[in-house]
């Protein structure tokens, strides 16, 4: 059986456009231990986003494959990056909307960590894609307020979605639109299909 190690809707969607089957498992890590350490290993040294994000889902997907000895378990991670800063997910409006103008006029990075656990299956590996916002005028400012007053910011790290309404926010992306959706595509069923997996037809 394959597993994934996440809630997330839209890392579900994604493996269901790969035409997998698979079931959903929720991994309980401490994601907040996890950074707080990993901020104690990088202090001396040039901080890496790769290896938090590689931490993260292999943390995820250790833990579901714990209790599941005998299957395939995916977990992943996302993160944004700004200026070597991680945003997570804003705890209010006002936060989100913070976010997301300090990210207008720029380029960030978003970090999605992919781990397989299972039987003779041990890979943790990272995929970045850059991402650049149109320009803070009157038209990102009323764009901001609308994605903020629905809601969707709320649950997604650096406060948007680039599936959702977010996508209003966005002049460009260099690299995978599913990498900052939550699990890079490509890279994730050509591993998977070489590990003997099978995808639907239909």
Same mark, same amino acid.
């Given at each position: 059986?394959?597993?994934?190690?996440?809630?997330?809707?839209? $890392? /579900?969607?994604?493996? !269901?456009?790969?035409?997998?089957?698979?079931?959903?498992? #929720?991994?309980?890590?401490? *994601?907040?231990?996890?950074?707080?350490?990993? !901020?104690?290993?990088?202090?001396?040294?040039? /901080?890496? %986003?790769?290896?938090?994000? *590689?931490?993260?889902? $292999?943390?995820?997907?250790q833990e579901v494959a714990s209790r599941h000895p005998g299957d395939l378990v995916l977990g992943a991670d996302t993160i944004?990056?700004? *200026?070597?800063?991680?945003?997570?997910? %804003?705890?209010?409006?006002?936060?989100?909307?913070?976010?997301?103008?300090?990210?207008?006029?720029?380029?960030?990075?978003?970090?999605?960590?992919?781990?397989?656990?299972? %039987?003779?299956?041990?890979?943790?590996?990272?995929?970045?894609?850059?991402? #650049?916002?149109?320009?803070?005028?009157?038209?990102?400012?009323?764009?901001? *307020?609308?994605?903020?007053?629905?809601?969707?910011?709320?649950?997604?790290?650096?406060?948007?979605?680039?599936?959702? $309404?977010?996508?209003?926010?966005?002049?460009?992306?260099?690299?995978?639109?599913?990498?900052?959706?939550?699990?890079?595509?490509?890279?994730?069923?050509?591993?998977?299909?070489?590990?003997?997996? #099978?995808?639907?037809?239909?």
């Amino acid at each position: 059986m394959f597993i994934l190690a996440s809630q997330s809707p839209r $890392r /579900r969607q994604i493996l !269901e456009q790969m035409g997998l089957t698979f079931r959903v498992e #929720t991994a309980h890590v401490d *994601e907040a231990a996890i950074q707080s350490q990993w !901020e104690i290993d990088q202090s001396r040294q040039a /901080r890496d %986003p790769a290896s938090l994000v *590689e931490a993260l889902a $292999r943390a995820k997907a250790q833990e579901v494959a714990s209790r599941h000895p005998g299957d395939l378990v995916l977990g992943a991670d996302t993160i944004v990056v700004w *200026e070597g800063k991680i945003l997570g997910k %804003p705890h209010s409006h006002e936060e989100a909307k913070a976010m997301l103008c300090s990210l207008s006029g720029h380029s960030h990075e978003v970090y999605t960590g992919v781990a397989l656990q299972g %039987p003779g299956h041990d890979l943790v590996f990272h995929d970045c894609t850059q991402v #650049t916002f149109n320009a803070l005028d009157s038209y990102q400012e009323a764009a901001i *307020e609308a994605y903020v007053a629905s809601d969707q910011a709320q649950d997604k790290a650096g406060a948007y979605g680039i599936q959702d $309404r977010g996508a209003t926010l966005v002049a460009g992306i260099k690299g995978d639109f599913y990498t900052v959706m939550g699990l890079p595509l490509a890279k994730t069923r050509k591993l998977l299909f070489s590990w003997g997996l #099978t995808f639907d037809q239909a």
